[in-house]
T-cell receptor, first 113, second 111 residues
């Protein structure tokens, strides 16, 4: 069964460093998303991506964040200068249609020290 | 501000019982609704989707939707200890856009 994959599973970085989180969505899906979940809190939307451009972003997704689909399979989230409060699980999700089920990857645990 | 509300629990049920999980949402225009299961430290796993008023059954799971009351529920029949997890209700903000997740209800099925 097709699944969303994410790498790395755990990333430790120092405050102020740049990190890139990688995702491979399900191959025939057209809509891609990033969410994050701070420990013990709700899953929060960051950004959605369709047709090679951002279609929606939340207040969390400020200028420190960017997304890219560098080739036909990968979808990346970059945080330019990490802060302590960026420590969270980051989930990538993909969907075949805009109103359809979203399938989540296993997540990347980001720890900023 | 579009909201999705759930009782945080924990909801404890004995093995073999029916677990009932509830969710309310604020946006009357919402058309699709999703239930996810999340084990501790893992990602959300899709269980059910429901688009029309009424009941939708899939194995031991039944989703119920009442758009007039802005209410969606998930019933788990013959609950098993392996069903112990947090159940997340998710409602799309609009077509092609993000899901708004509820805070989740923690379910504990006691052997």
């Amino acid at each position: 069964e097709p699944e969303v994959t994410q790498t790395p599973s755990h990333q430790v970085t120092q405050m102020g460093q740049e990190v890139i989180l990688r995702c491979v969505p399900i191959s025939n899906h057209l809509y891609f998303y990033w969410y994050r979940q701070i420990l013990g809190q709700k899953v929060e939307f960051l950004v959605s991506f369709y047709n090679n451009e951002i279609s929606e972003k939340s207040e969390i997704f400020d200028d420190q964040f960017s997304v890219e689909r560098p080739d036909g399979s990968n979808f990346t989230l970059k945080i330019r200068s990490t802060k302590l409060e960026d420590s969270a699980m980051y989930f990538c999700a993909s969907s075949a249609r805009g109103d359809y089920e979203q399938y989540f990857g296993p997540g990347t645990r980001l720890t900023v020290t | 501000q579009k909201e999705v509300e759930q009782n945080s629990g924990p909801l404890s049920v004995p093995e073999g019982a029916i677990a009932s999980l509830n969710c309310t949402y604020s946006d009357r225009g919402s058309q699709s609704f999703f239930w996810y299961r999340q084990y501790s430290g893992k990602s959300p796993e899709l269980i059910m989707s429901i688009y029309s008023n009424g009941d939708k059954e899939d194995g031991r799971f039944t989703a119920q939707l009442n758009k007039a009351s802005q209410y969606v529920s998930l019933l788990i029949r013959d609950s098993q200890p392996s069903d112990s997890a947090t159940y997340l209700c998710a409602v799309p903000l609009s077509y092609g856009q993000n899901f708004v997740f509820g805070p989740g209800t923690r379910l504990s099925v006691l052997p």
